[in-house]
Nanobody, 122 residues
């Protein structure tokens, strides 16, 4: 099995910054895309940013210019640096990863973390 463990959430004032981390562990051969999604109360889960193992990045419009996604492939870890946080960034942030577990099995399986709460409040 594969576990994704997020950390770094918390309470921050508008305009502040937070850095989220997500470490993947377990039976892992390689990871393709890793990413961050978020879900605010009463809303659907939405994409924040993704990054492939080769470094290709996609941002939601709401994240462009304020958030930066990065990863350490050696550590199977993805980060999300969030700056200039706004009230509307308040949500549970989930880590996601496409994991290939076995050398001779070419399939990728999708995994989710348990989520970390980010609250932007004055």
């Amino acid at each position: 099995q594969v576990q994704l463990v997020e950390s770094g959430g918390g309470l921050v004032q508008p305009g502040g910054s937070l850095r989220l981390s997500c470490a993947a562990s377990g039976r892992i051969f390689t990871i393709n895309a890793m990413g961050w999604y978020r879900q605010a109360p009463g809303k659907e889960r939405e994409l924040v940013a993704t990054i492939t193992s080769g470094g290709s990045i996609t941002y939601a419009d709401s994240a462009k210019g304020r958030f930066t996604i990065s990863r350490d492939n050696a550590k199977n870890t993805v980060y999300l640096q969030m700056n200039s946080l706004k009230f509307e960034d308040t949500a549970v942030y989930y880590c996601n990863a496409d994991v290939r577990q076995w050398r001779f099995d070419l399939r990728y399986r999708n995994y989710w973390g348990q989520g970390t709460q980010v609250t932007v409040s004055s």
